[in-house]
């Protein structure tokens, strides 16, 4: 018997991915993560839809099972939801905390600041759990910061592909287009533009 969640904060069977293509409009060049392993190996992640099962590339903690991830934007953005894939063997993470707009958080201060939402993680190897934002907390995002504060057991955290929901605009321009791409769907280590369119993606 198929097991029943009623858990509000994300939804099952997000099986047509084209709706986040928000990844394409990442400068994964700029990505950056605390306490990973193999410095820009991060950057790899926010793969395509159709590579989130590709095993070569993935981002894995080093000192300890902590991650932090900061992905800025080059225009305003709003994020609707997020799927992470993650490791087996216990290594996906079990918690994701986010904070908005803030690029100096690091592993002295972050627990300083006040979270904007946080989610419980399922383990999930195909994609298919959407975690939902607060529709009026993540609006008009530059900057967004992800902590993966524990796994499953594993004494490392491993992330394979994260995807994100969501509408990208640029300030450039005054016309703004909205375009429709899919139907609507259920949501160093730790030591040491797009051009005047809107996209909605939902």
């Known amino acids: ?61 080093c000192d300890d099972e902590e991650l932090i991830i900061n992905i800025p934007f080059g225009a305003v953005t709003q994020i609707k939801s997020i799927i992470i894939i993650g490791g087996d063997g216990g290594s996906s993470p079990n918690k994701m905390k986010a904070y908005i707009n803030n690029s100096n958080i690091d592993f002295g201060n972050i ?3 006040a979270c904007t939402q946080e989610w419980n993680l399922h383990e999930d190897f195909e994609g298919q759990i959407g975690y939902s934002t607060k529709p009026t907390k993540f609006n008009n995002i530059n900057h967004l910061t992800l902590y993966f504060p524990s796994n499953f057991g594993s004494p490392t955290t491993k992330i394979f ?42």
Request: charged share 25%; aromatic share 10%; net charge negative.
């Open 111 to 113: 627990r300083s600041y």
């Open 1 to 61: 018997m198929a097991h029943q969640c009623n858990d509000s904060s994300h939804s099952h069977g997000v099986d047509d991915g084209i709706e986040y293509s928000l990844n394409r409009y990442l400068d994964t060049g700029t990505i950056t993560c605390l306490n990973e392993k193999v410095k820009g190996s991060v950057q790899h992640i926010f793969k395509s839809w159709e590579d989130r099962h590709e095993l070569k590339h993935f981002v894995e903690s």
């Open 161 to 202: 592909f994260i995807a994100l929901k969501g509408v990208y605009t640029s300030a450039k321009r005054e016309i703004v287009n909205t375009v429709y791409e899919s139907k609507p769907q259920l949501q160093d280590h730790k030591s040491d533009i797009f051009n005047g369119v809107s996209h909605d993606l939902s």
